[in-house]
Nanobody, 122 residues
Framework: QVRLVESGGGLVQTGGSLRLSCAASGRTFSNYAMGWFRQAPGKEREFVATISVSGRNTGYANSVKGRFTISRDNDKNTVYLQMNSLRPEDTAVYYC???????????????WGQGTQVTVSS
């Protein structure tokens, strides 16, 4: 089992920034690719970003490319999501996930955190 705990969400104005963190415990963090997904009210959970085990490879949804950056620190068992130039449409609950490969689909993730709320006001 891998336990994931997100933090760093909050309320921010349009154009602002937030950094989300996801702390992992349990099985060896550095064995897992990591991802961030989000879910807005009334919508399905959607892919945001993913990072490989080593951290050398990343992937992003088109809607966040150039604004969000995913990174990881395997010594601290933590993955981050730096979010800049935030927009109201970024408002959602953001979830951290872990899997055996880089993921772009919900079904590719084996473990999930409880989520952290991000609200962007206009």
């Amino acid at each position: 089992q891998v336990r994931l705990v997100e933090s760093g969400g909050g309320l921010v104005q349009t154009g602002g920034s937030l950094r989300l963190s996801c702390a992992a415990s349990g099985r060896t963090f550095s064995n897992y690719a990591m991802g961030w997904f989000r879910q807005a009210p009334g919508k399905e959970r959607e892919f945001v970003a993913t990072i490989s085990v080593s951290g050398r490879n990343t992937g992003y949804a088109n809607s966040v490319k150039g604004r969000f950056t995913i990174s990881r620190d395997n010594d601290k068992n933590t993955v981050y999501l730096q979010m800049n130039s935030l927009r109201p449409e970024d408002t959602a609950v953001y979830y951290c996930s872990a899997g055996n490969t880089m993921m772009v689909k919900v079904t590719q993730s084996d473990y999930w955190g409880q989520g952290t709320q991000v609200t962007v006001s206009s």
